[in-house]
């Protein structure tokens, strides 16, 4: 009994002692948790930084989009039209030629040697129609002798005729002007009627063309400007315009075929390339207009912050301060996205960083390193 009444006497000394230290500590640390509380509470966040622009009207042209296939104006794959070995190749591939242009030449001294005789045996019955005309004259000879040699001479004249055409089909030459594709003979080959030599296509101007749906044909002319992209030019535009109209509609598609023509001097437009094709319309639409950036787009709908002024809180000065505003949207032109309803002229939306701001915080406008939104965007990195 007296050593449990020695132990619980320790205990409480203990617990006394204990006590003495920690109640310093405690009052120390409450006081130290109460300074930090009342300093956040007079403390004032930075406001935040953002870029901004306001909403303007601007004037739009109106297009017709349609996809397209990039076309040559004459393209022919050319072949030899007569059998024969190659003896001379006479262009080199990815070549420009001009109408005329030998390209290559099959062997034809079996027909020159045929051509030579030939010419000759033309003379002599020449010769022999002169003589025969002269003795005519005198009565010497029939008129059935005089018509002989009249045919004989215009047998000999069309047989050279015929020789000269197989050495002229045996000379194969550019058709028109262009540029030529990859060669797919060799020297010494055989080539029968009909092998192919190479390509060529006529590539400046060329053509586009696209469809366009049958509601749409009313809006169409001849002479109407078109605007070209293609992906292996990007942040190039090729301008053009239609040149023809099909005169029907295609049954399965109910779409109407057009063709338009456009300048490409530096080559850049191949056929068979795809394109995006804007049809420019006469017509022009006023719209409000915004940065596309300035978007926050959400399932619930879409949404920019409004920057306006506010006075702050604490302070009572005044700030400015985001209010979130939910627009419809209409098209989209470049940068710029048209605003149906939900803004006003004049007011000056948050354009990026949307997605990290909420209303109303406090933020400070600086533009200077906000890249410049255009209508026909051309970026210097494409």
Same mark, same amino acid.
């Given at each position: #009994?007296?050593? &449990?009444?020695?132990?619980?006497?320790?205990?409480?000394?203990f617990?006394?002692?204990?006590v003495?230290f920690a109640?310093? &500590?405690?009052?120390?640390?409450g006081?130290?948790?109460k300074?930090?509380?009342?300093? +956040?509470?007079h403390?004032? #966040?930075?406001?935040?930084?953002?870029?901004a622009?306001?909403?303007a009207?601007?004037?739009?042209?109106?297009?017709?989009?349609?996809?397209?296939?990039?076309?040559?104006?004459?393209?022919?794959?050319?072949?030899?039209? #007569?059998?024969?070995?190659?003896a001379?190749?006479?262009?080199?591939p990815?070549?420009?030629?001009?109408?005329?242009?030998?390209?290559?030449? &099959?062997d034809?001294?079996?027909?020159e040697a045929?051509f030579?005789?030939?010419?000759? +045996?033309a003379?002599?019955?020449?010769?022999?129609?002169?003589?025969?005309?002269?003795?005519?004259?005198?009565n010497?000879?029939?008129?059935?002798?005089l018509?002989? +040699?009249d045919?004989?001479?215009?047998?000999a004249?069309?047989?050279?005729a015929?020789i000269?055409?197989?050495?002229?089909k045996?000379t194969?030459?550019?058709?028109?002007?262009?540029?030529?594709?990859l060669?797919?003979?060799n020297?010494?080959?055989?080539?029968h009627?009909?092998?192919?030599?190479?390509?060529?296509q006529?590539?400046?101007?060329?053509?586009?063309?696209?469809?366009?749906?049958?509601?749409?044909?009313?809006?169409?002319?001849?002479d109407?400007?078109?605007r070209?992209?293609?992906d292996?030019a %990007?942040?190039?535009?090729f301008d053009g315009t239609?040149?023809?109209?099909?005169p029907?509609?295609?049954p399965?598609?109910r779409?109407?075929?057009v063709?338009?023509?456009?300048?490409?001097?530096?080559?850049?437009l191949r056929?068979? #390339?795809?394109?995006?094709?804007?049809?420019v319309?006469p017509?022009?639409?006023?719209v409000l207009?915004i %940065?596309?950036t300035a978007i926050?787009?959400?399932?619930?709908?879409?949404?920019?912050f409004v920057?306006?002024?506010?006075?702050?809180?604490?302070?009572? +000065?005044?700030?400015?301060?985001?209010?979130?505003?939910?627009?419809?949207?209409?098209?989209?032109?470049?940068?710029?996205?048209?605003?149906?309803?939900g803004?006003k002229?004049?007011?000056?939306?948050?354009?990026?960083?949307?997605?990290?701001?909420?209303a109303g915080?406090?933020?400070?406008?600086?533009?200077?390193?906000? %890249?410049?939104?255009e209508?026909?965007p051309?970026?210097?990195?494409?």
């Amino acid at each position: #009994m007296n050593s &449990l009444i020695s132990s619980l006497r320790y205990l409480g000394i203990f617990v006394l002692i204990v006590v003495a230290f920690a109640g310093p &500590l405690a009052v120390v640390r409450g006081l130290q948790i109460k300074a930090m509380i009342d300093a +956040a509470q007079h403390t004032t #966040m930075p406001p935040t930084v953002v870029t901004a622009s306001p909403a303007a009207n601007q004037t739009w042209e109106n297009s017709l989009q349609a996809t397209g296939s990039v076309t040559a104006v004459q393209g022919v794959t050319v072949a030899a039209e #007569m059998g024969g070995k190659v003896a001379k190749i006479e262009f080199q591939p990815g070549s420009t030629v001009k109408a005329g242009d030998l390209l290559v030449q &099959l062997d034809t001294s079996v027909e020159e040697a045929q051509f030579q005789a030939a010419t000759a +045996a033309a003379e002599l019955a020449k010769a022999n129609l002169g003589r025969a005309r002269e003795l005519r004259q005198s009565n010497t000879n029939s008129a059935s002798e005089l018509d002989a +040699a009249d045919a004989q001479a215009k047998q000999a004249l069309a047989q050279v005729a015929n020789i000269k055409a197989v050495i002229a089909k045996k000379t194969i030459r550019a058709p028109f002007a262009g540029q030529l594709g990859l060669r797919l003979v060799n020297l010494g080959q055989i080539l029968h009627d009909g092998d192919p030599i190479t390509t060529l296509q006529t590539v400046d101007p060329i053509y586009v063309n696209f469809s366009v749906p049958q509601q749409e044909l009313s809006k169409l002319a001849r002479d109407q400007a078109v605007r070209l992209k293609v992906d292996a030019a %990007p942040g190039a535009t090729f301008d053009g315009t239609i040149n023809a109209i099909s005169p029907e509609v295609d049954p399965t598609t109910r779409n109407v075929r057009v063709q338009a023509t456009l300048a490409n001097p530096e080559g850049k437009l191949r056929a068979g #390339m795809f394109a995006s094709v804007d049809v420019v319309l006469p017509t022009k639409e006023d719209v409000l207009a915004i %940065p596309a950036t300035a978007i926050l787009y959400a399932p619930y709908g879409d949404t920019v912050f409004v920057v306006e002024d506010g006075k702050d809180e604490k302070t009572g +000065a005044t700030v400015k301060k985001l209010r979130q505003q939910v627009v419809r949207l209409g098209a989209t032109r470049g940068d710029f996205v048209a605003v149906v309803e939900g803004l006003k002229e004049g007011e000056t939306v948050v354009t990026s960083g949307a997605f990290k701001l909420r209303a109303g915080m406090p933020v400070v406008i600086d533009n200077t390193l906000a %890249p410049k939104a255009e209508l026909n965007p051309k970026p210097k990195n494409a």
